[in-house]
């Protein structure tokens, strides 16, 4: 499944870290890459654009001035995240039948209609307010599964091997472990 | 289960916008309360206050001064999320056998040692970079499965039906569809 998220309408001032936090979820659980509108915000394309460096894989992150164009070019389905739509967890059933490119658009303040005709689901994760970021998670996880926290991420400085107790990391073949005096060492 | 969230070291300048986020995720989710450290914020509070007025239940969000007292005196299992800990599902798996109140500690920006060591289950959703709010997400998806995404709150102003395209929102009794005209509506 080849995931690409779409973030309407970023405020570099307002939106910074949030719209930071969607774009490392959308990679972390496996989107090929993210496009944004709003604002240009070269800072936070430099942002991320530095994590993929440190952190591994070829996730990009792009600027577009309108979503118009990418919904109606879209070759693929559209799954719009709002508070409105169908219940997540059946909509993720339909959704993994699908052997085409997913666009997942997640919403800024206000979002147009034209989006939620476009997209071919709206998706509600819960009914309450929460988080555009934890919407994105949870769905991406109810996509994919397991297979959705377990991507590989090659050519990264940085690697982290999971453990109970501290911190294991892997920085250019050099092993450090416990970050510093005030984290607990793994051993 | 009853989970509590505790949001460590908060920063109103920087994280109003993150902890607001975090805390309507574990409310969202099923979280009874969160308890929060670091700079005392009462805009924080009666933001989150508002929604719980309006979106109903009983959710209660607090300030502590410290977060050691809290974890030292837990009557229960704490869960620590962090980039660096035992993978998730595994976790969840242990966690879910509990039948003890379950405090799950999500981390500020530098985390202190004793945290790692206080903590049951230091615990990580991927070993990638992302976000707190997703990692929380997922994470309470993970325990309580489809139940965390179906919780009621009883009481509230708003309730909204899942409604594959458009908007249905309930506001006091009077069925209001479609929220304004950039919006599309149900019918």
Request: glycine residues 10%; contains cysteine.
């Amino acid at each position: 499944m080849t995931i690409t998220v779409l973030r309407l309408g970023h405020r570099p001032q307002r939106d910074k870290r949030i719209s930071t936090h969607l774009v490392l979820c959308a990679r972390a659980l496996g989107a090929k890459n993210a496009i944004y509108t709003g604002i240009e915000d070269p800072k936070y394309e430099e942002s991320i654009f530095k994590i993929v460096q440190e952190w591994g894989g070829d996730f990009k992150l792009e600027y577009a001035p309108s979503h118009r164009s990418i919904l109606r070019n879209w070759e693929g389905k559209i799954v719009h995240l709002t508070m409105y739509g169908l219940e997540a967890s059946e909509a993720a059933k339909e959704v993994q039948k699908i052997d085409e490119p997913i666009l997942i658009v997640v919403g800024g303040a206000k979002v147009p209609w034209d989006v939620y005709e476009e997209a071919d689901w709206n998706v509600s994760v819960t009914t309450q307010p929460h988080s555009e970021v934890s919407a994105l998670g949870i769905f991406m996880y109810l996509l994919d599964g397991e297979k959705s926290l377990n991507h590989e991420f090659p050519g990264g400085r940085i690697k982290i091997t999971p453990n109970p107790k501290g911190k294991d990391v892997q920085v250019e073949g050099s092993k450090r472990k416990g970050g510093s005096a005030k984290t607990k060492s793994s051993e």
